[in-house]
């Protein structure tokens, strides 16, 4: 199609999508040719004779594109059309039903595009790549000092019991992680600000909340908070129960089950696969989490933003706070003093109104424990804004839960996450994992985490690389700003790779000050001793040029780079006939309706007669009978066959009646049903033009 399906750097190719995100009927797709899909069905547009209405197209999709370029363009004129067309295709909202159909796999979204748009890297000619074979110079790279919290926490192998408030024993179950967020407080992400956080918010009330469990004696409340965070964010529509139990005996850290957790052992858990499963059940796994946001803490009593927005955009909180039940107080829970926390909950809601006794002023968070649903009434409590600890600590929501389908391999070294940073002393770092592919399949997105927020990445995906990092064939870029710190997965370009090819995923990240940039799992011993690593695995270095293998400076550990793949997508063959009642002697033309981008094409025609190979064939029967027809549609990675058993219907006509040399069926006279007869009627056949008129039948010079 000119010129939108040209490969030109200046073109976007778009689709139109409904309300629901699925392709329009009456869209363009294919996963090469259009880019991406914008609103357009039933859009309120202007119609002839100066009225207004819905109306349904591509035309109706293209000006939402056209109008973002033109916002983007405006705050960077600089820009080139490359940098603009960048910018819009790599900050779409991915949709599941839009893979294969357009080549982003996502639908426009005009605020990321605007927002998060940041000049294109252009891909260049590989640099030849240094792995540097000894330890880094002191001072060069460092890692983050351990959180002094968690080495206080350390010493101490069992989670003492508590008071519940009321006289009753429980088990709490918080320990503080090795990562100290405390550089991150008071931090506000460049995300969309909601201008007016209403005073009060229950997301009970519009049914985000799954209903509340009970730990029991066991010190599992941050599998609680972490699944009590997912459950939320996934409803509505979906409503599921999650095995806390699961998660609490197979974290795969040193402390054993019932033992404490933090929300770092939840993510490194859910994020390499290992679950979630449904309640009671160990198999199968049933989402893929794929995103995890850690908040700053907060900076003050008040400073209550990110927690509320974070609330109302993505859903329930996992937090941490110190609990004594001597500070169960009239209208809520309020801890003065400072220090570290000892319990998980889930942060559901808030009430800038809600008076705590004792507390300094109004305001406090509405929390889901993990109790019972008949502790303090109903398993709900509140805790003043001006509590010493909650929202200080651990803040986490446990997001973008993926079907399991969207993708089949994750390619990682980091099974326990997240346990230590490390950066250079500058304001970015890169990192890199090579990983040999396990099967021939696309690569079609990667992972890593942030430990900042607003950190800007560039992401590059590299095959052939046998000799370091960036040594091989540049197949991939993508860039932008991520606003929290955590866990996150880009979709790239999907990249083919064969089955033990040697590929690299390459990350640079540049945070707004200097900072330790790079996650790395490591082993600490009584924690994450179960961390392990190869030479040739992980590699990190402050400008993407020389490189240096992680394990020549600290054995046993690996950058936290993940990469996932998908089987290369199978076409659907599918076709139709015309006619498919046909007298012998007769053409009948084929029609492909094969979907997924199809390259090529076996027809079958079920007569013994050579197969042909173009899309859109045209065949003679020369005999009757019925006849089975079978295409096999091939794209570039795989092939798909479809048999239609007695498609066509091949018949011979009628022999003339004995000592008559013309024959013709007419309708019986007066009949209502259009009953046909034979009787002998001598006439006359031209091949030319005329009215048919007594013996004489015109059939035309085209016979």
């Given at each position: 199609?000119?010129?939108?399906?040209?490969a030109s750097a200046?073109?976007?190719s778009?689709?139109?999508s409904?309300?629901n995100?699925?392709?329009?009927?009456?869209?363009n797709?294919?996963?090469?040719?259009?880019?991406?899909?914008?609103?357009?069905v039933?859009?309120?547009?202007?119609k002839p004779g100066s009225?207004?209405?819905?109306?349904s197209?591509?035309s109706m999709?293209?000006?939402?594109?056209a109008?973002?370029a033109?916002?983007?363009t405006?705050?960077h004129?600089?820009?080139?059309?490359t940098?603009v067309?960048e910018a819009?295709?790599s900050n779409?909202d991915?949709?599941?039903?839009?893979?294969g159909?357009?080549k982003?796999?996502g639908?426009?979204n005009?605020?990321?595009?605007?927002?998060?748009a940041?000049?294109?890297?252009?891909?260049?000619t590989?640099v030849?790549t240094?792995?540097?074979?000894?330890p880094a110079?002191?001072?060069?790279v460092?890692?983050?000092?351990i959180n002094p919290?968690?080495l206080?926490f350390?010493?101490?192998?069992?989670q003492?019991p508590a008071d519940?408030?009321s006289?009753?024993?429980?088990?709490?179950?918080?320990?503080?992680s090795?990562?100290?967020?405390?550089?991150m407080?008071g931090?506000?992400?460049?995300?969309?600000?909601i201008?007016?956080?209403p005073?009060s918010y229950?997301?009970?009330?519009?049914?985000?909340?799954?209903p509340?469990k009970?730990?029991?004696?066991?010190?599992?409340?941050?599998a609680?908070?972490?699944?009590?965070?997912?459950?939320?964010t996934?409803?509505?529509?979906?409503t599921w129960?999650?095995?806390e139990?699961?998660?609490n005996v197979?974290s795969?850290?040193d402390y054993?089950s019932c033992?404490?957790g933090t929300?770092?052992?939840s993510?490194?858990?859910?994020t390499r696969w290992?679950?979630p499963f449904?309640?009671?059940q160990?198999?199968?796994?049933?989402?893929?989490v794929?995103?995890?946001m850690?908040?700053?803490?907060?900076?003050?009593a008040?400073?209550?933003d990110?927690?509320?927005?974070a609330?109302?955009n993505?859903g329930?909180i996992?937090a941490?706070?110190y609990w004594s039940?001597?500070?169960?107080?009239?209208?809520?829970?309020?801890?003065?003093?400072?220090?570290?926390g000892n319990?998980?909950?889930?942060?559901v809601?808030w009430d800038d109104?809600?008076a705590v006794?004792?507390?300094?002023?109004n305001?406090?968070?509405?929390?889901?424990?993990s109790?019972?649903?008949t502790w303090?009434?109903?398993?709900?409590f509140w805790?003043?804004?001006?509590?010493?600890?909650m929202g200080?600590e651990e803040l986490?929501?446990?997001s973008?839960?993926?079907?399991?389908?969207?993708?089949?391999t994750i390619?990682?070294?980091d099974p326990?996450g997240?346990?230590?940073s490390?950066?250079?002393?500058l304001?970015s770092?890169w990192?890199?994992?090579?990983f040999t592919a396990?099967s021939?399949q696309e690569i079609d997105?990667v992972?890593?985490y942030?430990?900042?927020t607003?950190t800007?990445?560039e992401v590059?995906v590299?095959?052939?690389t046998?000799?370091?990092?960036r040594?091989?064939?540049?197949?991939a870029?993508t860039?932008g700003?991520?606003?929290?710190a955590?866990?996150?997965?880009?979709?790239?370009?999907?990249v083919p790779v064969?089955?033990?090819q040697?590929f690299?995923?390459v990350v640079?990240?540049t945070?707004?000050s200097v900072?330790?940039?790079i996650?790395?799992e490591?082993?600490i011993?009584?924690?994450?001793?179960?961390?392990?690593a190869?030479?040739g695995?992980s590699?990190i270095?402050?400008?993407?040029t020389s490189w240096l293998?992680?394990?020549?400076?600290?054995?046993?550990t690996?950058?936290?780079?993940?990469?996932f793949g998908?089987a290369?997508?199978?076409?659907?063959?599918?076709?139709?006939a015309?006619?498919?009642t046909?007298?012998a002697?007769?053409t009948?033309?084929?029609?492909?309706l094969?979907?997924?981008?199809p390259?090529s094409w076996?027809?079958s025609?079920?007569?013994?007669?050579?197969n042909?190979?173009?899309?859109?064939?045209?065949?003679?029967?020369?005999?009757?009978g019925?006849?089975?027809?079978?295409l096999t549609a091939?794209?570039?990675?795989?092939s798909?066959?479809?048999?239609?058993v007695?498609?066509?219907?091949?018949?011979?006509?009628?022999?003339?009646?004995?000592?008559?040399?013309y024959?013709?069926?007419?309708?019986?006279?007066?009949?209502?049903?259009?009953?046909?007869?034979?009787?002998?009627?001598?006439f006359?056949v031209?091949r030319s033009?005329?009215?048919d008129n007594?013996e004489?039948?015109?059939?035309?010079t085209?016979?």
């Amino acid at each position: 199609m000119y010129p939108a399906s040209y490969a030109s750097a200046n073109i976007i190719s778009v689709g139109a999508s409904d309300q629901n995100d699925n392709l329009s009927s009456l869209s363009n797709y294919g996963a090469v040719s259009v880019d991406i899909a914008a609103p357009g069905v039933n859009i309120y547009s202007r119609k002839p004779g100066s009225q207004y209405g819905p109306s349904s197209g591509i035309s109706m999709a293209v000006p939402y594109v056209a109008g973002v370029a033109g916002l983007i363009t405006a705050g960077h004129p600089d820009w080139t059309a490359t940098q603009v067309r960048e910018a819009i295709l790599s900050n779409t909202d991915q949709k599941p039903q839009l893979n294969g159909k357009v080549k982003t796999g996502g639908r426009l979204n005009a605020y990321s595009a605007v927002m998060g748009a940041k000049p294109v890297v252009t891909p260049t000619t590989p640099v030849p790549t240094t792995v540097v074979p000894t330890p880094a110079p002191s001072g060069n790279v460092t890692s983050a000092p351990i959180n002094p919290a968690f080495l206080l926490f350390k010493a101490s192998s069992v989670q003492a019991p508590a008071d519940d408030g009321s006289g009753h024993r429980v088990i709490l179950g918080y320990r503080p992680s090795p990562l100290n967020f405390s550089y991150m407080a008071g931090e506000r992400p460049a995300i969309m600000s909601i201008d007016t956080l209403p005073a009060s918010y229950d997301l009970r009330t519009y049914s985000r909340v799954t209903p509340v469990k009970d730990q029991a004696d066991c010190g599992s409340c941050w599998a609680h908070g972490a699944y009590g965070s997912l459950e939320s964010t996934l409803k509505p529509p979906e409503t599921w129960d999650f095995n806390e139990w699961d998660l609490n005996v197979n974290s795969g850290f040193d402390y054993g089950s019932c033992n404490g957790g933090t929300n770092d052992m939840s993510a490194a858990y859910l994020t390499r696969w290992a679950g979630p499963f449904t309640d009671g059940q160990t198999t199968p796994v049933m989402k893929h989490v794929q995103e995890v946001m850690y908040l700053p803490p907060k900076g003050s009593a008040l400073d209550n933003d990110n927690i509320k927005s974070a609330i109302m955009n993505y859903g329930g909180i996992s937090a941490s706070f110190y609990w004594s039940g001597g500070y169960l107080r009239t209208g809520g829970y309020y801890y003065p003093s400072g220090g570290n926390g000892n319990h998980m909950i889930t942060i559901v809601g808030w009430d800038d109104n809600h008076a705590v006794s004792g507390a300094p002023g109004n305001g406090a968070y509405l929390c889901k424990n993990s109790w019972g649903s008949t502790w303090n009434g109903d398993g709900y409590f509140w805790v003043s804004y001006y509590d010493g600890i909650m929202g200080k600590e651990e803040l986490s929501v446990f997001s973008g839960a993926q079907p399991t389908t969207t993708y089949d391999t994750i390619y990682q070294y980091d099974p326990l996450g997240w346990i230590s940073s490390a950066g250079y002393s500058l304001t970015s770092a890169w990192e890199s994992n090579i990983f040999t592919a396990s099967s021939t399949q696309e690569i079609d997105a990667v992972s890593f985490y942030t430990t900042v927020t607003n950190t800007a990445y560039e992401v590059y995906v590299y095959t052939g690389t046998n000799s370091g990092p960036r040594s091989g064939t540049l197949k991939a870029t993508t860039t932008g700003t991520i606003a929290y710190a955590g866990y996150h997965t880009i979709t790239i370009t999907p990249v083919p790779v064969t089955s033990g090819q040697k590929f690299s995923v390459v990350v640079k990240l540049t945070t707004p000050s200097v900072s330790h940039q790079i996650a790395m799992e490591r082993p600490i011993s009584g924690y994450s001793s179960r961390a392990t690593a190869s030479s040739g695995q992980s590699y990190i270095s402050s400008d993407g040029t020389s490189w240096l293998d992680v394990t020549t400076w600290i054995s046993n550990t690996n950058v936290c780079v993940k990469a996932f793949g998908a089987a290369p997508p199978i076409p659907v063959a599918d076709f139709n006939a015309t006619p498919v009642t046909v007298v012998a002697n007769s053409t009948v033309q084929f029609g492909d309706l094969s979907t997924v981008n199809p390259m090529s094409w076996n027809w079958s025609f079920g007569d013994g007669t050579a197969n042909a190979t173009v899309q859109n064939p045209v065949h003679v029967y020369t005999s009757s009978g019925l006849r089975t027809v079978t295409l096999t549609a091939t794209n570039g990675y795989r092939s798909n066959t479809i048999q239609k058993v007695g498609y066509i219907t091949v018949v011979t006509p009628p022999g003339f009646l004995s000592g008559w040399t013309y024959r013709k069926v007419h309708t019986i006279a007066g009949s209502t049903t259009g009953d046909l007869a034979n009787y002998q009627v001598k006439f006359k056949v031209w091949r030319s033009t005329g009215t048919d008129n007594g013996e004489n039948v015109y059939l035309g010079t085209n016979v």
